[in-house]
């Protein structure tokens, strides 16, 4: 077994080299500070924006909530009752958290009364920063939260001012030891291009009808990873799933060969699989794709290796019974944990949640093979996202990034007649192309198997029968008599 080493990404070693000695802060939203390479600087000024329903707010509280250091809320928009209620439906503690209520409805705004808050052309002397000051004083937070921003540039007298008062602000807060995050409420109809400028990050949330995204334009002083990331909102509140980007990842690792433990298919390839490749199992329905790619992933399971199957064609509980009827000890080895098959259903996850868990798997299980069947079930299960086939292609490459060996089941529809390796966008992606084939032969119906693309080594070119029984999986002799056999209807020469 090949033993892996620990391994920093490319974006975590950037991101410690640009930020020595400077400190971070966790944003408290799931996943968002590896996008971040470790989150937001300390004494900075963040802009989270965003259309309504991006999710702000919820982003701002788990900002605030990420630490039991004393913080301070400033809302001009919601009221201090609903926001308390927001955090509570997402297990956020708020106790340490100081809410200056600004909003129209809020006890503070109410006592003065008028929103002449900006009148004065001093910031210093204006009531608004005066009623800040004091609460930034009394409390000293860590923390600062002014939700959303935009609404003080109704209460400037002009543009010029607006920028003035916010960027004064942000330096007495900055001065005062606080690290800040501002809201805005992004829309065509007003833009917030001069927040932007003031700000030294700015984080952008989008959310249509099919997907959140989360993405970093701007980011002084480090750098960041390139979007946009899946976000999602639950019960447990917000959580970011980084996109995947293939050239971020590498670990070494030594090349050997996975065999099948079948003589016969390790003869057809050379002796076997080339670890840290990306292998296409490529033929019909019923001619036996999935088996084979199974008879891999348990050999491989005798040798203490762990592999994951991501099953987007059938269930886990056919798998098993299929794998008994023929021999295959499947349930012995995912009951040891040796094998993990994970059934996923279209519209069960985003493509980034499912390369995260790829990820996971591979650099905190130490996962050594990972079998996708197939790419039917995924592009299905997958349709609404952006492009899924070239998804697929970045996550060969991360597994061969990572010396990862990757099976993947991939299905054409011709049961026989010309022959076709595969129907999609991906065989560019193939190290290694493995073709199984129905054929006719003096009125029966035989399965061939045969190796048609082999980067990484020699292999054997002829054709083998393939057949599945109780007794498991047998590959026979070289058809060196056929004829025509990728035709489907083969003929048998006597020369």
Not at 28 to 41: K, M
């Amino acid at each position: 077994m090949c033993r892996r080493k620990k391994y920093y990404s490319v974006g975590q070693l950037n991101g410690m080299r640009q930020t020595t000695g400077q400190k971070r802060l966790q944003t408290g939203v799931a996943n968002a500070d590896s996008v971040l390479n470790g989150g937001l600087l300390s004494k900075s000024a963040t802009l989270v924006r965003g259309t309504p329903g991006a999710g702000k707010t919820i982003f701002g509280l788990h900002f605030l909530t990420a630490t039991d250091e004393p913080a301070v809320y400033i809302n001009l928009g919601e009221p201090s009752a609903y926001l308390k209620r927001t955090a509570e439906r997402f297990g956020l503690e708020t106790d340490h958290i100081e809410f200056l209520d600004l909003s129209p409805s809020g006890s503070e705004f109410q006592g003065d009364q008028s929103y002449d808050l900006f009148e004065s052309g001093e910031v210093e002397t204006t009531p608004l920063v005066e009623q800040i000051r004091r609460t930034i004083e009394q409390k000293e937070p860590t923390r600062v939260l002014i939700d959303p921003v935009t609404e003080l540039r109704y209460l400037a007298p002009d543009e010029r001012q607006f920028r003035t008062q916010v960027l004064s602000l942000l330096d007495f807060l900055k001065s005062e030891g606080a690290t800040i995050v501002l809201t805005s409420q992004a829309a065509a109809s007003v833009t917030d291009d001069d927040l932007q400028f003031l700000v030294d990050a700015v984080i952008s949330l989008e959310a249509t009808a099919d997907r959140r995204t989360l993405t970093v334009p701007k980011f002084r002083g480090s750098d960041t990873r390139r979007g946009p990331h899946t976000v999602t909102i639950t019960d447990s509140g917000m959580q970011v799933w980084p996109s995947l980007d293939p050239a971020a990842h590498y670990r070494d690792g030594e090349i050997a060969t996975l065999s099948s433990g079948v003589d016969e298919l390790d003869s057809l390839l050379g002796g076997g699989l080339s670890t840290g490749t990306i292998s296409f199992l490529t033929g019909p329905t019923g001619v036996g794709k999935t088996t084979t790619g199974l008879q891999f992933l348990t050999e491989a399971a005798r040798s203490d290796q762990r592999s994951v199957l991501y099953a987007f064609e059938e269930s886990k509980r056919t798998m098993f019974t299929r794998a008994e009827s023929i021999g295959i000890p499947l349930a012995e080895h995912v009951e040891e944990g040796r094998i993990v098959i994970e059934e996923i259903d279209t519209g069960e996850l985003t493509l980034d949640e499912f390369t995260h868990r790829i990820r996971t798997e591979i650099e905190d299980n130490e996962t050594e093979i990972v079998m996708i069947d197939g790419v039917s079930g995924y592009e299905r299960a997958f349709r609404g996202s952006n492009d899924p086939s070239h998804e697929l292609v970045k996550i060969g490459r991360y597994l061969r990034n990572m010396n990862v060996t990757g099976i993947i089941i991939n299905e054409v529809h011709e049961i026989t007649g010309d022959f076709r390796a595969t129907e999609h966008r991906v065989s560019h992606l193939a190290d290694d192309i493995i073709v199984l084939r129905h054929v006719e032969y003096r009125g029966e119906l035989r399965k061939v198997i045969g190796v048609l693309k082999k980067r990484t080594g020699d292999f054997e070119s002829t054709l083998r029968t393939l057949e599945i029984t109780d007794e498991g999986l047998t590959v026979g002799e070289p058809l060196t008599n056929l004829r025509r056999i990728l035709t489907g209807t083969p003929d048998w020469n006597d020369d």
